[in-house]
């Protein structure tokens, strides 16, 4: 997983609320248990024209100009503004994987699906409640600023705007650790790696009869 401290990044507005899981990477496409590859299926209702299906090539297919993420003033995003109750619906972690694997590293929003929000953490990705005034703020000056972009300080925990307004979000000392070095659940137990293989070696010497 990759690890997270400071991002200084382009913001995309996506000015709805309860955006759902299905919505952020639908059913047909939860094929694989792979992280990656689910990028180009990223919002796949709402930013394409066509009905999108598993192995489609996404470059010839008919984008919405409407969409968000279709507006050239929005390519290369990493930080996604959301509305309230962001991820709601299934628990599926194809949902942070396609974010992910799209380019976001960071997802502001006032509330955020209690799941979803612990998948975001297994996955390099940092979901921040901010409180709802603030993300107005935030929308209506993404939406007059072209090219509007936040400071995002992990260690710390501030976002700062480009007007140098700071505001600090919370996140427990173990999330905040893992982000700050990259550690997914498979990563923690991987740091243990040494008490792990002295214990299985005890174990065998003590209980022969188990192996």
């Known amino acids: 997983m990759q690890a997270f401290t400071h991002l200084d990044g382009l913001v995309c507005p996506l000015d709805r609320a309860n955006v759902d899981t299905d919505a952020i990477i639908p059913k047909q496409f939860l094929k694989s248990i792979k992280r990656s590859g689910f990028g180009p299926n990223l919002f796949d209702e709402w930013r394409y024209l066509d009905h999108g299906e598993p192995g489609m090539d996404n470059s010839r297919r008919p984008l919405n100009p409407d969409f968000v993420l279709n507006q050239p003033r929005y390519q290369g995003a990493q930080i996604l503004l959301a509305r309230e109750n962001f991820g709601c619906g299934s628990s599926r972690e ?7 694997d799209y380019g976001f590293r960071v997802i502001i929003a006032p509330s955020f699906a209690d799941i979803f929000f612990n998948n975001c953490y297994k996955n390099g990705l940092l ?85």
């Not at 992990?154 to 650790?177: M, Y």
Request: charged share 25%; aromatic share 8%.
């Open 94 to 100: 194809h949902a942070p994987w396609a974010l992910e």
């Open 127 to 211: 979901p921040i409640v901010l409180a709802p005034e603030v993300v107005d703020a935030l929308f209506q000056e993404t939406a007059i600023k072209e090219g509007y972009r936040l400071q995002i300080d992990l260690p710390s925990q501030s976002v700062t705007t480009p007007a140098g307004l700071a505001f600090g979000f919370e996140i427990t000392a173990h999330r905040k650790h893992c982000l700050l070095n990259g550690l997914d659940e498979i990563g923690l137990t991987l740091a243990h790696a040494d008490k792990i293989r002295d214990f299985e070696a005890r174990r065998r010497a003590e209980q022969p009869w188990l192996f």
